[in-house]
């Protein structure tokens, strides 16, 4: 499901994270995984991360937290 036009403004508009921003997922199956923020994904509530192990997957934005500086 895709996010109304509001929460899509909002997220593009005032992003989270940026491209290159350390993230570390605080919630979920995947918890303390570290990673890099890439982008968002089409439905703005995801997010594409590369993973410490270097595989790129999406997790929601809402689960991330910052884990630092920028890479």
Same mark, same amino acid.
């Given at each position: 499901?895709?996010?109304?036009? $509001?929460?899509?403004?909002?997220? !593009? $508009? $005032?992003? &989270?994270?940026?491209? %290159?921003?350390? !993230?570390?997922?605080?919630? +979920?199956? /995947? &918890?303390? #995984?570290? %990673? #890099?923020?890439? @982008?968002? &994904? *089409?439905? !703005? =509530?995801?997010?594409?991360?590369? =993973? @410490?192990? +270097?595989? !790129? $997957? @999406? /997790?929601?934005? *809402?689960?991330?937290?910052?884990? +630092? =500086?920028?890479?």
């Amino acid at each position: 499901m895709f996010s109304d036009p $509001n929460r899509i403004a909002e997220a !593009v $508009n $005032n992003p &989270k994270f940026r491209p %290159g921003d350390r !993230v570390l997922l605080a919630e +979920g199956p /995947h &918890k303390y #995984t570290r %990673g #890099t923020f890439l @982008s968002l &994904k *089409e439905d !703005v =509530e995801w997010a594409a991360i590369r =993973e @410490s192990n +270097g595989a !790129v $997957n @999406s /997790h929601p934005v *809402e689960w991330l937290r910052s884990d +630092g =500086e920028r890479e």
